[in-house]
């Protein structure tokens, strides 16, 4: 199976894939328990052909679409691109985000930089 990396801000396959498990899901989890969960211990969401623990139902999505993509009926195919059109949609409006901070940003030294100078 897949190694598991407890430290960096964001978990994930190391090809750049989404993120799988959340952070403090996999410190938990180590633990052998999941934060916010009212199954007792039980991850949220599990892959049912590789039994990998996920945080989101969302991530458990994305990644049968990612590593097991000969295995899904058509049904899980709809559910695997819903997922993925959600998370662009996410990424999207963040970079978005990110850029609007960072114009805000770069005006707003250089008006402070006209007064200062």
């Known amino acids: 199976m897949g190694q598991v990396l407890v430290a960096g801000p ?5 090809r750049g894939r989404a993120p799988a498990v959340d952070t403090p899901a996999v410190a938990t989890a180590i633990d052998g328990e999941f934060e916010g ?3 007792g211990g039980e991850p949220p ?9 996920f945080r989101r139902e969302r991530y458990e999505r994305l990644h049968r679409g990612l590593e097991h993509p000969d295995r899904l009926s058509d049904r899980e195919r709809a559910a695997v691109e819903r997922a993925a059109r959600e998370e662009h949609t996410a990424m999207r409006r963040f970079r978005l985000y990110a850029l609007g901070v960072l114009v805000l940003l770069y005006f707003g030294l250089l008006i402070l930089a ?3 100078v």
Do not use: H, L, Q, W
């Open 37 to 39: 969960n009212d199954r």
């Open 45 to 53: 969401a599990r892959c049912p052909y590789c039994d990998r623990p």
């Open 114 to 116: 006209a007064f200062v």
């Open 10 to 14: 964001v978990t994930g396959e190391s």
